[in-house]
């Protein structure tokens, strides 16, 4: 099992500087479930999704980790009509979150090498840049807004460089990304709009009928898809770059607006971490321990074999929910969970799932927002929220939730 080792500090310096989430507030979301029992005939908890299923509540470190490890748990057939889900319609089929063996493998290979941390660093110069350009702007605001200023545009942005899109149409499709990623089931046919509008986007892009910067990662998948084994269809293509448009703006946006928003309100963290940078991995890693990235952590899966966990067996076609919010706060992996602590040591965190569904955009997610919190905290090492915590506004939905105004003072 991989561990995430940290060094540990001084006695005096760890004094104070954990702070539990619990004195955070709006942080956690709504629960997106209902309990239907505390005990099943398997001995787990069931719960009832908003889809109408009932599936086991698996949340401890152990039994969510042997989940989303093994790949018998398949994804596929839950993303069917009528199928177990949190969100109010299906998926395509080709998105690599929805793929099973082998077909996942063959797709994620593709991608492994330009989403690996050596892939991801030559992005670093990007962030920089843009973060030199937001950090003027927010200086000279007479009424400094962290989020809308400096954060909001930043994964976009970098992103639309890495991709290759260009910067002029971030306009067109964004608006329609944030509407897909809350997932809201109160207005269907909108949330249908929202999505082919950013799906037939990425298509034009994968079939050249709008440009893409020559050298940019759309560019260069189009140019090697042949290496694939067979090569890569245009709708695969399309299903890749569709969780890259989406997940690498909406997704890191979210946990990087929460982490700020945690960080300015925990004046011996922002200290710390000012003061003494190299903290910034393990602290990144403790606030991705803890922040949950919407009001979900991970899909339903479907047992296809039968699996036996450490104190219960789980029958073969059982419908599975293993929570990974629930299992990266287990008191029995993670000692007191609910703080958020640079100096902790233990297991690794399961923010971004593990095995073969492990997120692909790990790697630029880390690199953004260690990079991001490392300037910020130096540009202002006195840097507080300018406002009361209660009057912070929210985006709330199934696939990403965070605020969406930091006022803010230095």
């Given amino acids: 099992m991989t561990t995430q080792v940290s060094t540990l500090a001084p006695p005096a310096r760890r004094t104070g500087v954990a702070v539990s989430v619990h004195d955070i507030p709006n942080l956690d979301p709504p629960v997106p479930y209902t309990p239907a029992t505390a005990e099943g005939a398997t001995g787990l908890p069931e719960i009832i999704l908003p889809s109408g299923h009932t599936v086991l509540h698996l949340t401890r470190y152990d039994d969510v980790l042997k989940v989303l490890t093994d790949p018998t748990f398949g994804r596929k057939d839950t993303n069917v009509d009528g199928g177990p889900s949190f969100q109010p319609t299906t998926m395509p089929p080709d998105l690599l979150l929805n793929l099973d063996t082998p077909d996942h493998a063959r797709m994620k290979s593709f991608v492994n090498a330009d989403y690996s941390p050596a892939g991801v660093e030559k992005l670093k110069g990007s962030v920089q840049r843009i973060l030199d350009r937001r950090i003027a702007l927010l200086r000279r605001a007479e009424s400094p807004d962290l989020f809308a200023t400096v954060l909001d545009r930043l994964p976009i942005e970098v992103n639309a460089d890495f991709l290759g899109i260009p910067e002029s149409d971030i306009d067109y499709f964004r608006p329609s990304s944030r ?32 440009p893409v910067t020559q050298g940019g990662l759309i560019d260069r998948f189009l140019s090697t898809r042949g290496e694939a084994e067979p090569p890569l269809s245009d709708d695969e293509l399309v299903a890749i770059l569709l969780g890259s448009v989406l997940g690498a703006d909406q997704n890191v946006l979210s946990v990087l607006a929460k982490a700020v928003y945690v960080l300015v309100q925990a004046p011996a963290l922002w200290t710390l971490l000012a003061d003494e940078p190299s903290v910034a991995p393990q602290l990144v890693e403790e606030l991705l321990r803890v922040l949950p990235l919407g009001t979900i952590s991970t899909f339903p899966r479907i047992a296809t074999r039968e699996v036996r966990l450490r104190d219960a067996v789980i029958p073969e076609g059982a419908l599975v929910y293993a929570d990974a919010f629930a299992a990266n706060r287990d008191p029995g992996t993670f000692p007191q969970p609910e703080l958020v602590d640079p100096f902790r040591n233990g297991k690794r965190h399961l923010q971004f ?25 130096t540009e202002f090492p006195n840097l507080r929220l300018d406002t009361e915590p209660a009057a912070v506004p929210w985006d709330s939905g199934v696939l990403l939730r965070r605020p969406t105004s930091l006022p803010v003072r230095w």
Wanted: glycine share 6%; aromatic share 8%.
């Fill in 179 to 210: 509407v897909v990623q809350l997932s809201h089931d109160t207005d269907i046919p909108d949330l249908l709009a929202n999505f082919w509008l950013v799906y037939h986007y990425v298509t034009d892009l994968v079939q050249r009928k709008r």
């Fill in 353 to 377: 799932g593990y095995g073969m569904h492990h997120c692909m955009g790990a790697s630029l997610a880390r690199m953004e927002i260690t990079t991001t919190l490392v300037r910020l905290a």
